[in-house]
């Protein structure tokens, strides 16, 4: 066992009730994107209890948080995620991700006089489409930080997850009304401009490169099968393996969603969602510091080439090109449940989900300390 991770783990451990009684409470009470008070209430007290200074609401959002230990040396930033989904709750398992970055962000600040470092604790909302890290980062939040760290639950002990860009865009078709039986010649169907943008982009998805992913849904259809629908409305997840290669997916994109306007006599707004994800990009040092303790912890990280990587994105990716950071995933399921899938939401609150909060926060801690004492 490393030096340390002989140093953090007692620490740690010591807490690991009131970790898992965090990750339960977030877990009971799941919170969507920039309405997570319960949570940001949670664990601001959960810090100022031990003795930190803390500044709930910060950086002009809400839910976001952050809290300080230590007045030299290199600062590290432990993040904290904790929004839900819409229906199946922490199917991504952020109430882990919030209790693993609340242990090691306490046992740090126990250290950081002694050891010559500075943690910074952040709470950092609305992941799931919302962006807060990036908001974050626009107000300062990472502003001399030398390295970020955070854990995310999956099926697996894997050191990265392969997160790629993402960009969100809502289209909005407008027509015009009319009796479907008795004039429909004077309607101008926009669910029907919908559906063709939709048929558009199922055509485009076989001519696009393989780390590229675009789905949507149907957020509006009109309201009654008799009268033609003026207004429909679809929201895609559009993404690439890079932000460049985002930059020259999206017009295409576009192209085939105002072509549904065009061939119906509709108009359509796309709006472009505000931030976009950048893709994740691992610090290799830090990395190899946390797979050196998870194998002395027994959470051996194994190749994600064996059971393919899992892919998504995150805002970590928008952190990840402004600060040395990492994002390695801790096992809660059994191997082959993914996660936003019920499933995986019940094992983000069970036994195994426990283990990972407390290892995790073992981890992170660990490597914040190497990265203190690394250049000396």
């Known amino acids: 066992m490393t030096d340390s991770l002989h140093l ?100 740090l600040a126990e250290l950081a006089d002694d050891l010559g470092g500075r943690v910074r604790i952040l709470g950092t909302p609305a992941e799931e489409g919302g962006g807060g890290k990036e908001f974050m980062i626009r107000a300062g939040a990472f502003d001399g930080v030398d390295a970020a760290v955070m854990v995310h639950p999956a099926d697996r002990n894997l050191p990265t997850m392969e997160a790629i860009a993402v960009h969100q865009v809502h289209a909005r078709y407008r027509g015009s009304a009319a009796h479907a039986a008795a004039a429909p010649h004077e309607g101008r169907n926009a669910l029907d401009a919908a559906v063709l943008g939709y048929v558009n982009v199922a055509a485009l998805r076989q001519h696009i490169q393989t780390h590229e992913r675009i789905h949507g849904v149907f957020t509006d259809g009109g309201s009654k099968p008799n009268i033609v629908p003026d207004r429909a409305s679809t929201h895609w997840y559009v993404r690439s393996g890079t932000r460049s290669s985002l930059d020259e997916l999206e017009p295409r994109v576009a192209s085939c969603l105002e072509a549904g306007a065009l061939a119906t006599g509709c108009e359509v707004d796309l709006e472009w969602v505000d931030p976009a994800y950048d893709e994740m990009v691992h610090d290799d040092w830090l990395l190899d510091r946390f797979a050196q303790h998870a194998a002395d912890l027994g959470r051996e990280l194994e190749d994600p080439a064996i059971d393919g990587p899992i892919v998504g994105s995150t805002d970590m990716g928008n952190v990840s090109r402004r600060v040395p950071s990492i994002h390695p995933m801790v096992a809660v399921a059994p191997r082959g449940v993914p996660i936003h899938t019920p499933d995986f939401a019940t094992a983000a609150r069970s036994a195994a989900g426990d283990r990972a909060a407390v290892d995790g926060a073992v981890l992170l801690a660990a490597t914040a300390v190497d990265r203190w004492t690394r250049d000396r």
């Open 8 to 107: 953090v783990r007692d620490r740690v451990v010591a807490r690991a009730p009131q970790l898992v009684e965090v990750s339960h409470e977030i877990w009971d009470h799941p919170e969507l994107c920039f309405e997570e008070h319960r949570a940001h209430d949670l664990l601001v007290t959960q810090l100022a209890g031990a003795g930190l200074d803390v500044t709930p609401g910060a950086f002009g959002l809400d839910t976001a948080f952050v809290a300080e230990a230590g007045t030299e040396g290199p600062v590290v930033a432990v993040l904290c995620e904790y929004d839900a989904l819409p229906g199946i709750g922490h199917a991504c398992g952020h109430n882990v991700i919030a209790a693993a970055g609340l242990g090691a962000g306490l046992a």
